[in-house]
């Protein structure tokens, strides 16, 4: 099959304003995508579009809170009056909460799994109109490495990325044969903010403590969001079905499958306490 174009394209990006998000908008415009960058943070969209400027493609943002249906509603029809169609929705706005089940609120569980999965849900129903449009299109879901895995004490985050996994793929057999195509991704650890603005259960932890457990896991967040974008839309150009970016995830993807069940076991021996 045929490398997917890119050039004079038009593609929408959540979470647009740092990360990984800014990362697939960098690599996108550097090939002369068009995007529509939206985040909850004008000040970061407002960054990503000044270090994207050089490239000369077409910006438009928005802030959009995934969890917002209504918002996500008024962008479409904005978007559908302005573009008539999009070629690319990436869907990789995200939270962090770490906790037990038992530590872990219904209202925090509830938080993170609107934005995580429900979120990617509402805006692939509400922009498929505008994808089938397209004669080339491809919807991006980003997933994670604990789409893969699910360690203890990531019980909402592993939840809400194993969701996005099988929504990804259910989808892409259900639209196989069409003009729509359809990739998750699990990033292992990229060097974002995205520890930095999560949530921690109350386990009784002082805001010391917390922190110290914070710049622990932020050790193994190693790899540049530049590069994990460049990976993912070289992934897009070449129309893969899941796209693993860093060692540790394809490190990880190669255990679980050796030992689907026992996993951990082997695993956690190289995860810092």
């Not at 004669?135 to 809400?160: E, K, W």
């Not at 990880?252 to 695993?267: E, G, K, M, S």
Request: hydrophobic share 40%; charged share 20%; net charge neutral.
């Amino acid at each position: 099959m045929s490398q997917m174009q890119l050039a004079n394209k038009t593609a929408l990006i959540t979470g647009a304003g740092s990360g990984i998000g800014r990362g697939i908008t960098q690599a996108l415009a550097k090939r002369g995508c068009n995007v529509i960058i939206t985040d909850i943070n004008e000040a970061g969209l407002l960054e990503t579009e000044s270090i994207i400027a050089p490239h000369q493609v077409e910006v438009t943002r928005h802030i959009l809170d995934v969890s917002d249906r209504e918002t996500i509603q008024q962008i479409a029809d904005t978007v559908a009056s302005k573009h008539g169609q999009i070629d690319l929705l990436i869907n990789n706005a995200g939270v962090a909460l770490g906790g037990t089940f038992e530590q872990v609120t219904e209202a925090d569980f509830n938080w993170l799994f609107t934005i995580n999965f429900h979120g990617v849900v509402w805006m692939t129903r509400t922009f498929f109109p505008l994808l089938k449009q397209s004669p080339d299109a491809r919807i991006v879901n980003i997933s994670s490495l604990f789409g893969i895995i699910a360690p203890p004490g990531q019980v909402a985050y592993c939840s809400a990325k194993f969701a996005v996994r099988g929504f990804s793929e259910a989808l892409r057999h259900e639209l196989v044969g069409s003009t729509i195509g359809v990739t998750v991704v699990h990033p292992g650890g990229i060097n974002t903010n995205i520890v930095d603005n999560s949530r921690t259960a109350d386990a009784g932890y002082t805001e010391e403590e917390i922190q110290q457990q914070k710049e622990t896991y932020k050790k193994s967040l190693v790899m540049p969001p530049e590069q994990a974008g460049e990976i993912i839309v070289n992934g897009i150009i070449n129309r893969k079905d899941r796209v693993l970016v860093g060692n540790d995830a394809k490190l990880v993807a190669f255990i679980t499958r050796l030992f689907p069940t026992r996993y951990w076991n082997i695993i956690k021996r190289f995860v810092p306490d």
